[in-house]
């Protein structure tokens, strides 16, 4: 087990994101918000999946770090071993739907 994953799982668990859009189809997404851009950008390296950062919020006071597609699916496989919160697993169950 890498302690350095099993970070990232237990960072994504608390704070990442699932959106599973129950209308189209591709548009799903795994995503973590936050204030601090390098600690995004340490996730990133953990995974060593280049994902897309971005500023969001009003006045762009928060960062984005954005996954979907094959990437999502790929970030999402690598986690789930590790994962906890039995929300985020089922919602990355139905992402995965995307792609069976």
């Known amino acids: 087990m890498s302690t350095r994953l ?8 608390g704070e990442g994101c699932v959106y599973v859009s ?27 999946l280049d994902g897309k950062i971005y500023p969001a919020g009003k006045d ?9 597609g094959i990437k999502g699916l790929a970030l999402g496989n ?3 071993p590790y994962m906890h919160h039995p929300d985020k697993i089922k919602k990355f169950a139905e992402y995965q739907k995307d792609f069976a």
């Open 6 to 13: 099993a970070w990232a799982a237990g960072f994504f668990d």
């Open 22 to 48: 129950g209308y189209t189809r591709g548009r799903n997404k795994l995503a973590i918000t936050q204030k601090d851009r390098t600690i995004l950008e340490y996730f990133e390296s953990i995974i060593a």
């Open 60 to 68: 762009n006071k928060y960062w984005v770090l954005h996954y979907s």
């Open 78 to 80: 690598l986690l789930l």
